[in-house]
């Protein structure tokens, strides 16, 4: 069990990063489709609204949550398995988002949303790559 632990690690944090690029799926679905119908279906957008708050408000420290679990990930890995100089790509490209994100969050702006947006599709390819070529 124990030795599963690692690979567990990555998974997990594969999981807190679906969870912060859900932020841009549901905020993308209201716009183009829960928006449009907010007069004749109330009960649905209120509900839709409230899932929608929930994954904003928790994008901060999920954000934090999934580099502790990458840097746990990688301190297991290479203590008993191996480097994965992808995976650290992956996980340089990780801190690059989140501190754009940190300054997004200071400082707002279109171009630094989209800076952040940016750097979350690079996130995403590295993280294919790594599951790919390992
Ligand atoms: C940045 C976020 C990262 C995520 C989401 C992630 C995710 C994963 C996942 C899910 C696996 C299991 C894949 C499988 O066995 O099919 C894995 C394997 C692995 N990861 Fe990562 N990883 C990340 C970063 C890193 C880093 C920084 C390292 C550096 C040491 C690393 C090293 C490895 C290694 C050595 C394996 C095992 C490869 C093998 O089975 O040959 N990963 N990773
Ligand atoms: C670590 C990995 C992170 C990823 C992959 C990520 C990804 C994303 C994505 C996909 C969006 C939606 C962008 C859009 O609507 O176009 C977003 C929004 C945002 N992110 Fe991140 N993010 C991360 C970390 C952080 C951190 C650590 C912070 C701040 C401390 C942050 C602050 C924000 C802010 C302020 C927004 C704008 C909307 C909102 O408040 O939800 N992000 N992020």
């Known amino acids: 069990m124990l030795e599963k632990l690692p690979e567990l690690l990555g998974f997990l944090t594969g999981f807190a990063i679906l969870f912060l690029i ?4 549901v905020k993308w679905t209201y716009r183009n489709y829960v928006f449009k119908m907010a007069k004749s279906h109330k009960e649905i957008v209120g509900l839709y609204q409230k ?3 929930i994954i904003v408000k928790y ?3 999920i954000g934090a949550l999934a580099i502790v679990l ?3 990930h990688l301190w297991l890995m290479v203590s008993y398995f191996r480097v994965s100089w992808v995976g650290v790509t992956a996980l340089i490209i990780l801190i690059i988002t989140a501190l754009i994100g940190i300054i997004l969050y200071k400082f707002k ?3 630094l949303l989209f800076t952040h947006r940016g750097a979350t599709l690079v996130l995403i390819i ?3 790559l ?3 070529f390992k």
């Open 22 to 25: 859900l932020n841009y799926c």
């Open 51 to 53: 899932v929608m708050k």
């Open 59 to 61: 994008h901060k420290p």
């Open 70 to 72: 990458a840097l746990l």
């Open 109 to 111: 702006g279109k171009f």
């Open 126 to 128: 590295a993280l294919g």
């Open 130 to 132: 790594h599951a790919l």
